[in-house]
């Protein structure tokens, strides 16, 4: 039975545990397809589409898939997925696909979508994992969208180097070392209201 905590961690797991700044998981198609919002976007909610499903079958599936052949399993059902958003992109979205159409099919090797399989959604229930999925899904997604957000802002200042692959590291960096300074101070200020509320109970 899911309990309440459960729920509430694993709904904030993309935030708290953010796949691209805090696991570092995605690295190279956030770096090479973070260069615009559009992007960004496009990439991070196909990615998040594959997780949230590969999530859901791989958790219906679990007690079902040989131990001996799990990974395989794994693989076909992302790649699956993957054919879909593909043909949908390719099909509906034609501008986009001319972007990250070729990003698209190595979203089956990312790793992000392969450790949520293997690390949650193989041992917990189906809402629970879709729960997951939607959470790192989610927090991929917006990883993507700021960096994207930066820079094109500062590509149309004139700094078109971080709209290339080396700002695209600089820019990675400093955002992780800013998201990390920043959880890091939520977590010294509920340390210390925990601290403080215990101190007045006793």
Excluded: W
Excluded at 48 to 71: E, M, T
Excluded at 77 to 96: G, Y
Excluded at 147 to 171: D, E, K, P, S
């Amino acid at each position: 039975m899911i309990n309440r905590k459960e729920i509430k961690e694993t709904a904030l797991g993309g935030i708290l545990n953010n796949p691209v700044f805090v696991l570092v998981l995605g690295t190279c198609p956030t770096i090479a397809k973070s260069d615009t919002i559009s992007n960004g976007l496009g990439l991070g909610l196909a990615t998040a589409f594959v997780l949230i499903c590969s999530n859901v079958f791989i958790s219906l599936l679990r007690k079902l898939i040989p131990d001996k052949v799990r990974l395989a399993a794994y693989i076909v059902i992302i790649a699956t997925f993957v054919t879909i958003v593909q043909l949908f992109v390719a099909k509906f979205l034609p501008d986009l696909n001319a972007s990250i159409g070729a990003f698209i099919p190595l979203i089956v090797v990312n790793c992000i979508i392969l450790g949520r399989a293997e690390a949650f959604a193989s041992k917990n229930n189906v809402a629970l994992s879709a729960l997951d999925g939607v959470s790192m899904g989610l927090g991929f997604t917006l990883s993507l969208v700021l960096m994207g957000a930066l820079r094109q802002g500062l590509g149309a200042i004139g700094l078109t180097l971080f709209q290339a692959t080396a700002g695209g590291f600089i820019v990675f960096g400093l955002m992780m070392a800013l998201f990390n300074f920043v959880m890091e101070k939520v977590r010294v200020h509920k340390s210390r209201a925990l601290f403080a509320t215990g101190g007045e109970n006793e």
